[in-house]
């Protein structure tokens, strides 16, 4: 089974300031994909970034951009020029397309989360 | 778009009784999955619906089960509630091929209490 830990639980930074996000999963599979979701107050979860593993080139969202490390499975998530509007929950999730429960299954397995704020 | 709806957003209920959760998710989402989040975690997959059959189930006891209606609309039930069902409820929607290559679409749930 795949695992994804966050060893932060909370974070802050300051307005306009960077700041970055761990997170490390555990997988056998070559191939997979893994995603940032962000959970502001109102709950609804929102796709921050999205990153296929064959793809060695890391994604990029506007602010947002991701360090990807196969061998070393990390994925961390770079906020750069932090705005208010960006305190929240951030989630990191695996996804393995070819570890179906059923067919055509595609779960989600989230970490726990970390907690940003940023401040004025 | 409309986006994904949940109702209600808030529910009360006592242990042993039963709940009936609702979702609505975007037109020609054909697949959707239900998660709970539990106080303080991360979301964890109950079961997927795809074309309204179940297609995949994480770990949850049969107590459980799930509806998805052909109008793009789902349900997601559960018996003889225990304190721990307790969480926030998730639905989540995609279109074919699902979530993997255009992200899955998240409503803003429904929180349960149980006591």
């Known amino acids: 089974a795949q695992t994804v830990t966050q060893s932060q639980p909370e974070m802050s930074v300051q307005e306009a300031e960077t700041v970055t996000l761990s997170c490390t999963y555990d997988t056998s599979e070559n191939n997979y994909y893994l995603f940032w979701y962000k959970q502001p107050p109102s709950r609804q979860m929102i796709l921050v970034i999205r990153?296929?593993?064959?793809?060695?080139q890391n994604a990029t969202e506007n602010r947002f951009s991701v360090n990807f490390q196969k061998a070393a499975k990390s994925f961390s998530l770079k906020i750069s020029d932090s705005q208010l509007g960006d305190t929240a929950m951030y989630f990191c999730?695996?996804?393995?397309?070819?570890?179906?429960?059923?067919?055509?299954?595609?779960?989600?397995?989230f970490g726990k989360g970390t907690k940003l704020s940023v401040i004025p | 778009e409309t986006g994904v709806t949940q109702s209600p957003t808030h529910l009360i209920k006592t242990r042993g009784q039963q709940v009936t959760l609702r979702c609505s998710s975007q037109?020609?989402?054909?697949?959707v999955s239900w998660y709970q989040q539990a106080l303080g975690q991360g979301p964890q997959f109950i079961f997927q619906y795809y074309r309204e059959e179940e297609n995949g189930r994480g770990n949850f006891p049969p107590r459980f089960s799930g509806l998805q209606f052909p109008n793009y609309s789902s349900e997601l039930n559960v018996n003889a509630l225990e304190l721990d069902d307790s969480a926030l409820y998730l639905c989540a929607s995609s279109p074919i091929p699902a979530g993997a290559n255009y992200g899955y679409t998240f409503g803003s749930g429904t929180r349960l209490t149980v006591v």
């Open positions: 999730a695996f996804m393995n397309p070819f570890a179906y429960s059923g067919a055509g299954s595609y779960q989600l397995t």
């Open positions: 990153q296929e593993a064959y793809k060695q």
């Open positions: 037109s020609g989402h054909n697949t």
